[in-house]
């Protein structure tokens, strides 16, 4: 949690105002991270045919659509959202390197190479990426807002393409014999419950700070 925070985390301000704001996002990943354990360890998730088509999307993308209506509502969530530190939060893609797990998984038919492949891989093309430009950030090496909105879309796009085949996968409907229903069971399930909403949301914070910035065309 700690590391979490300091990657979130606004200025080295110890204000109190900033304490206060720390406080109440440690509580809600908190709460968030309690809550995907919960439904992860009850194995409701696993039973493809006991979720409507609509509930996994709507666990996966609704956190990202109820932080877009707050940013909207809120100048507060604005002025944190555009000041967090774009080098920690593209930084933070790093860690889709676990993705490459999903391929591991497919060689003992845990998972479908079918979803294994796309997601793995692409997981790793975006941590691969990300790394390069959160060190070369960390540098001040010149980057443009064109090549870090590419990477952002290109990690964007991949976890569409993930969630997408690996709903399509689930054995209640295109399913085969080796179906993503572990994908709702602990401890994978904690990756599109708690790990994809976070990044996702990250995507669109760098959006929204690179829509707000003056452009910055250096190649």
Partial sequence: METLMSILSLTDDTSPRLARSDALLAAVLSLWLGLALALSLSGVLADAS???????PLLIFGPVALFALL??????????ALGLDRRLL??????RTVGLGFVFLSFYD?????????????????AVWALWLSFSLARGAPVSDRA???????????????VGIGLALR?????????TDPMGAFPLAL??????????????????????STPNTTL
Avoid: E
């Fill in 90 to 95: 593209i930084g933070l893609h790093v860690m």
């Fill in 171 to 179: 054995s209640a409907w295109l399913g085969g014999a080796v179906p």
């Fill in 50 to 56: 006991a979720v409507s088509v609509w509930g996994f």
């Fill in 191 to 212: 990756i599109p419950l708690f790990g994809v909403p976070i990044l996702a949301i990250s995507h669109l914070i760098i959006a929204l700070q690179l829509r707000h």
């Fill in 148 to 162: 870090i909105a590419r990477w952002n879309w290109f990690g964007v796009g991949d976890f569409v393409i993930a």
């Fill in 71 to 80: 940013y909207r509502m809120s100048p507060a969530l604005q002025g944190w």
């Fill in 110 to 126: 845990i998972l479908p190479a079918a979803f294994a492949y796309p997601a793995g891989l692409g997981d790793a093309v975006a």
